[in-house]
């Protein structure tokens, strides 16, 4: 078993515990959204990890109320999906080019760090003198231990 198929199996176990549908809780892509994938690194200047590729091309954007993550949503253009519009909340307040907004929590944002091998989950604020620590060695990780502890 591939790990996408170890995380898809994991949303889908979440789903039926929490009693909801993946298009309850998630933004599923109508399309393929792969070019709108390209766009989103182009605007940003980013090359985003496969893990959370798949996670964009597959569940576009969304989750539980344990963790909720930005992305691309179906039928909106680069501009209005609401990872891009977080990112540029986020780089207006200071965050570094190199990070990557994928959930936001109060004053704290969860980020890929872009510039790491593999994509390192990291969090930043800008209240806290733009202080950058290490949560998570791949989106991966970060989404399956996500799951497993709503299992």
Known sequence: MNTYEKLSELIEQVCEEEGVELDDIYCLPQEDNSGLIAQFEDKFAVNLPEDFKYFLSKYGSGGLGYFDFF????????????????????????????LV???????????????????????????????????????????????????
């Open 101 to 151: 907004v994928i959930e936001h929590d109060g004053d704290y944002v969860t980020c890929i760090d872009v510039s790491k091998k593999n994509g390192e989950v990291v969090t930043w604020s800008w209240i806290d003198d733009g202080k950058i620590c290490k949560i998570a060695d791949t989106f991966e990780a970060y989404f399956i231990a996500k799951l497993e502890d709503c299992l």
């Open 71 to 98: 992305g691309i949503e179906s039928g909106k253009d680069i501009e209005n999906c609401s990872i891009t519009v977080l990112m540029k909340d986020c780089r207006a307040k200071g965050m570094p080019n190199q």
